[in-house]
C-alpha cells in the first residue's frame, strides 16, 4: 500500500511538470489551432538562460525572473516575426515551420553550451518534504508551482480585460475583431504566455532530468498526451490531463512487469490514440461544430 502511495505521488508531481507543458500546448492551439513541436526546445533553450544566469552568480529567484520575462518577449518576437508572415498559409507550411524551430533551436543550444549533460540547481531542495519520504521537497514544489500558476491564470482569464480580450479572440476571431479587439496581438500575447509557462516546466524538471539540448523530447510528448486528454479547448483540463498521464506513467511502469520504467514512453503515445478515437475533444474540451 506504501509503495501504490508513493508512486501515486510521484505520479502527481512529475505530472506537475507535464501539465505546465499541456498548458503551453493549449495556450499555443487556442491562438493558432495548431500544436507547436518546438515547445520543448523553447522551454530547453529558457533554462538554459537561466542557468547561465545562475552560472554568473544571480541568485535563483531573479534568474528564474528573468527567464520568464525573457522567454515571453521571446514567444511574442517569434510570432511576430516568424508565424504572422505565413498565418494565412496551408497547415502544412506551419508543420514544415515548426520542424525546422524545433531543428533551430536544438542546434543553437548545442553549439552555445554543447551537448554535455549539466546539472541544474533546485529551489526546494531535495530533503524530504515535512519528513516523509514519501515526496521530496523538489517534487513538492513543483506541484506547488503548478497549481499556483494555474490559478493566477485563472483569475488573469477571469477577472482582467487582457485575458478576456485574449478568450473571445481565441472562441470566435471574427467577432472579436467587430468589437474593436486586436486579435493579431491577442495570438502574439498567447504565443508569450505559452513560452513563460514553457520555461517554468523547463527550470523545473532540470533538477530532475539534468540539462542537456535533448531534455524536452519526452517531456513535450507527455505534454501533448496531457492536453490530449484534458481537451486541447480547455486549460484547465489540459493541466488536470498532466496530472493524470504523470499518475498513469508510473502506475503502469511499476504494476505491469511488460512495460517496465524502458517502455514508459509509449504509454503516453497509446494515451492520445485511445482519446482520439474515443473522445478526440479530450475529456473536459468543448466540441467546435462548424456550420458550411
Not at 64 to 92: M, N
Request: aromatic share 12%; proline share 4%.
Amino acid at each position: 500500500m506504501e509503495l501504490l502511495f508513493q508512486q501515486i505521488l510521484a505520479g502527481i508531481s512529475t505530472g506537475a511538470i507535464y501539465a505546465c507543458m499541456a498548458l503551453a500546448v493549449v495556450m499555443i492551439y487556442q491562438a493558432i489551432d495548431h500544436l507547436n513541436f518546438a515547445q520543448g526546445e523553447m522551454a530547453m533553450f529558457s533554462t538554459f538562460i537561466a542557468w547561465q544566469l545562475i552560472e554568473k552568480g544571480v541568485p535563483y529567484w531573479l534568474a528564474f525572473l528573468i527567464t520568464v520575462v525573457v522567454s515571453f518577449v521571446g514567444g511574442v518576437a517569434i510570432e511576430r516575426i516568424v508565424f504572422k508572415p505565413i498565418e494565412h498559409a496551408p497547415v502544412l507550411s506551419h508543420v514544415v515551420i515548426f520542424i525546422a524551430l524545433y531543428s533551430v533551436i536544438n542546434s543553437m543550444a548545442g553549439f552555445i553550451w554543447d551537448f554535455t549533460v549539466k546539472s541544474f540547481p533546485s529551489p526546494f531542495g531535495s530533503s524530504p518534504l515535512f519528513g516523509s519520504t514519501l515526496i521530496s521537497s523538489h517534487q513538492g514544489g513543483m506541484i506547488a508551482v503548478t497549481l499556483g500558476l494555474l490559478v493566477l491564470l485563472y483569475l488573469f482569464f477571469s477577472f482582467t480585460s487582457v485575458g478576456l480580450a485574449m478568450r473571445a479572440a481565441a472562441a470566435n476571431p471574427a467577432s472579436a475583431r467587430l468589437v474593436g479587439i486586436r486579435v493579431s496581438w491577442m495570438t502574439a500575447l498567447g504565443w508569450g504566455m505559452a513560452a513563460a509557462i514553457g520555461s517554468i516546466a523547463g527550470m523545473l524538471i532540470a533538477p530532475v532530468v539534468f540539462l542537456e539540448p535533448n531534455m524536452m523530447i519526452s517531456i513535450l510528448l507527455y505534454g501533448f498526451a496531457g492536453a490530449v486528454l484534458g481537451g486541447l479547448t480547455s486549460p484547465g483540463g489540459a493541466v488536470l490531463g498532466g496530472f493524470a498521464v504523470g499518475v498513469i506513467e508510473n502506475l503502469a511502469g511499476t504494476y505491469i512487469p511488460v512495460i517496465g520504467a524502458e517502455l514508459k514512453l509509449p504509454i503516453a503515445l497509446v494515451v492520445i490514440v485511445v482519446v482520439l478515437v474515443f473522445k478526440p475533444a479530450g475529456l473536459f474540451g468543448r466540441v467546435v461544430v462548424s456550420r458550411v
